[in-house]
C-alpha cells in the first residue's frame, strides 16, 4: 500500500504499533483533503482568508505539570528531575498506551510521515498517529515534508500518538489528572492524551531534541529564532513571549531560517521545523505583515474569535483565550532561507523586556556572560490587576526555554560557552522593555530604536564606538550608536531620580542572584564570577 495520500485498513504498518483495529487509517493527506476531512467531521470551520479555523477544546495551552518523562536506564542518570521534568514509571507508560490502543479500535485514524533537523546530518524521522485531521495537518505545517519518493521508504525513529478524546485515570494511570504528554526516550515515543492543543506535538518533539542533540551528539538545540544577511551572516535571537523574538527576526534585508528552534552544530545553524508556530492575538498587517499574510488556504487558526454573524477573524478577541494561534508551513513566507540551514552565528542576541527599566537598550556580553545570562533567561511582566501588585513581576527560564530542556540547564551554557570559545561571535543583550523608570513611570523602547541597534550590530558598526561599564551589572555600553538618541544608551542616565535606579537595579540584581542560586552546584566558577554585584 502506498504511503502518500492513501485510506487503507489494518495496515501492517499500524499493526506494529497495536493500532490494526482502527476502522480507517489516512496517510499522509495533503492540506486540502485534511480541511475537507475537518469540515465533514464539523470540527471547524473555514475562515475568509481561507485558513481552517479549529477550538483545541478544554486546552489552548500548553500543561507544564502535566509532561512526563519515563525514569529508566537512559534517562535516570542523565535527566535534570524537578518541577520541569517530571519521572513517569516504565510500567505505567505501558499500560497507559496499551489503553490508548484499546481507545483508538474501531476509530479513525490520520497519520503523517515528517522529519525534525533540516540539517541531513542530524535528521529524525518521526510519524505522528492522530485522532483528529487537523492535528494531522498541524503535524503537517510543523514538521519537515518528505518527498512522496521518499514516503516510499520512509523509515521513522520517534513515533508521535496523539489521541485528544483519551482521558487518563489519574488514580490508576500515574498521571495528575486526565491529560498528559510523555516522553519514553528509549521506545522513541510520546503518548499525548486528553488534550487537543496541537502544541502539545511541536514542543514534545523539541524537548526530544533537547535531549538527543546536547546529550548525544554535542549539538547545542536552542529555543530561538534565527536569520542570514546577504553575506551569508547569521544571527539567532533568543527571547521568551513578549520580548520580540519573531518581530525583530522579522527583517525585509534578511532571510529567515526559523522563528522558534534551532540546532547548532560546528559550522552550521538549522531549522528543526518546516513552519512557524505564531501568536495571532492582537495580529495586524501593519504590526506583523509576514505573520497575517501567510494565513492562507493550508493555515491552521487555533481558538480565535470571528466578527459576529461572518467567519472573518477578530484577531482582537481573546475571549477564548489570549494564546490564539496559527501554523502554516514556512514556505508560506517569500523571504526564507532554502534550505532552512545558515552558517554559524556571527551575532547573538538576547532579548529581554525589562519592566523594571534597569538594563541598558544594547550591551555587549563577555563569553562568561553569555553563559550567565543564557541560563538567567530573564525577561519581566508588567504588574497585573490583582490587588498588592504594584511592580514588575521577573520571569527566569533558563535557555529562554527551560519547559523543554531535559538537562540540567548548565550543560547547555557549558556548549554555548565551548561553541563561542576562539570565535569573534558578538553576544548582545538587547532590552526591548522600558526606559525612563520601571512600568507605569517610564515608557516602553521604540521599536525603531531596538532595530536600529541591532542593525548597528549586524553591520559591524558598534565595533568602532566607545563602551562604558554599567555599575553592578557590569555590562559593556556603547556610548553612541547610529539612529539612537546617546542619552538613551545608558539606563540610569534616562531616570530622573538616579537614586530610585540604583535601589531599582539592586533589587533586579539580587532577583538574578536568588534565581541563580539552584544551578550553583553544577555550574562553572567563571560563569558564577559574571552574576551582577550587589553594592550593599
Known amino acids: 500500500m502506498s504511503k502518500f495520500g492513501t485510506l487503507g485498513t489494518h495496515s501492517d504498518l499500524t499493526k506494529s504499533l497495536g493500532f490494526e483495529n482502527a476502522s480507517a487509517e489516512y496517510w499522509n493527506l495533503a492540506p486540502d483533503e485534511l480541511v475537507r476531512a475537518t469540515l465533514e467531521r464539523g470540527q471547524g470551520k473555514l475562515a475568509t482568508n481561507g485558513a481552517l479555523a479549529i477550538d483545541t477544546g478544554g486546552f489552548t495551552g500548553r500543561s507544564p505539570k502535566d509532561r512526563f518523562i519515563v525514569k529508566d536506564a537512559q534517562t535516570e542518570e542523565a535527566v535534570w528531575w524537578g518541577a520541569v521534568n517530571i519521572p513517569f514509571a516504565i510500567d505505567a507508560f505501558d499500560r497507559l498506551y496499551d489503553k490508548m490502543r484499546a481507545y483508538a479500535e474501531g476509530k479513525e485514524l490520520f497519520i503523517r510521515d515528517g522529519y525534525a533537523c533540516a540539517s541531513p546530518t542530524y535528521q529524525l524521522n518521526l510519524r505522528v498517529v492522530a485522532e483528529y485531521p487537523w492535528s494531522n495537518l498541524f503535524a503537517y505545517n510543523m514538521f519537515l515534508r518528505p518527498s512522496a519518493e ?14 485528544p478524546g483519551f482521558l487518563a485515570d489519574p488514580a490508576v494511570d500515574g498521571t ?9 526516550f528509549t521506545r522513541k515515543m510520546i503518548l499525548i492524551g486528553g488534550t487537543g492543543y496541537t502544541g502539545e506535538i511541536k514542543k514534545g518533539i523539541f524537548s526530544a531534541l533537547n535531549f538527543i542533540l546536547p ?22 535571537f533568543f527571547g521568551l513571549s513578549g520580548t520580540g523574538k519573531t518581530t525583530l527576526s522579522s527583517d525585509p534585508n534578511r532571510r529567515l531560517i526559523g522563528d522558534d528552534e534551532h540546532g547548532w552544530a560546528n559550522d552550521e545553524v538549522f531549522n528543526f521545523e518546516g513552519g512557524c508556530y505564531a501568536k495571532t492575538i492582537d495580529l495586524s498587517r501593519e504590526k506583523e505583515p509576514q505573520i497575517f499574510d501567510a494565513i492562507k488556504p493550508g493555515a491552521l487558526l487555533e481558538n480565535i474569535g470571528f466578527n459576529e454573524g461572518t467567519n472573518e477573524p477578530n484577531y482582537a478577541d481573546g475571549s477564548i483565550t489570549e494564546n490564539t494561534r496559527v501554523s502554516y508551513p514556512i514556505f508560506h513566507i517569500d523571504n526564507i532561507a532554502r534550505p532552512s540551514i545558515g552558517t554559524a552565528p556571527k551575532n547573538i542576541f538576547f532579548l529581554t523586556a525589562d519592566a523594571f527599566g534597569v538594563l541598558p537598550p544594547i550591551s555587549r556580553l563577555t563569553k562568561e556572560q553569555a553563559m550567565y545570562h543564557f541560563m ?41 560557552g565551548e561553541k563561542l570559545a576562539g570565535t569573534d561571535i558578538r553576544v548582545w543583550l538587547i532590552n526591548t522593555g522600558w526606559t525612563g523608570g520601571s512600568y507605569g513611570v517610564g515608557s516602553r523602547m521604540k521599536l525603531s530604536y531596538t532595530r536600529a541597534m541591532i542593525t548597528s550590530a549586524l553591520e559591524g558598526k558598534l565595533d568602532s564606538v566607545d563602551f562604558e561599564t554599567l555599575p553592578m551589572f557590569e555590562l559593556a555600553i556603547p556610548t553612541s550608536c547610529e539612529g539612537v ?28 542572584l536568588a534565581n541563580f542560586k539552584k544551578f550553583e552546584a553544577e555550574t562553572a566558577p567563571e560563569i558564577l564570577a559574571a552574576a551582577p554585584k550587589v553594592l550593599n
Open 150 to 163: 521518499e514516503l516510499n521508504t520512509f523509515d521513522p525513529a520517534w513515533h508521535v500518538i496523539c489521541l
Open 176 to 184: 495528575r489528572q486526565a491529560n498528559f504528554a510523555i516522553l519514553n
Open 215 to 236: 546529550h548525544q551528539k554535542n549539538v547545542l538545540s536552542m529555543h530561538c529564532s534565527a536569520n542570514i544577511g546577504k553575506d551569508n551572516d547569521t544571527a539567532i
Open 376 to 416: 538567567s533567561g530573564y525577561t519581566a511582566k508588567v504588574a497585573g490587576t490583582e490587588v498588592g501588585i504594584t511592580e514588575p513581576t521577573t520571569t527566569f527560564s533558563a535557555g529562554f526555554g527551560a519547559a523543554f530542556l531535559p538537562l540540567h540547564p548548565a550543560k547547555y551554557a557549558k556548549l554555548l
Open 485 to 512: 538618541p546617546s542619552e538613551l544608551l545608558n539606563p540610569r542616565n534616562t531616570w530622573e531620580n538616579k537614586e530610585e535606579y540604583d535601589a531599582t537595579a539592586e533589587r533586579l540584581a539580587e532577583k538574578f
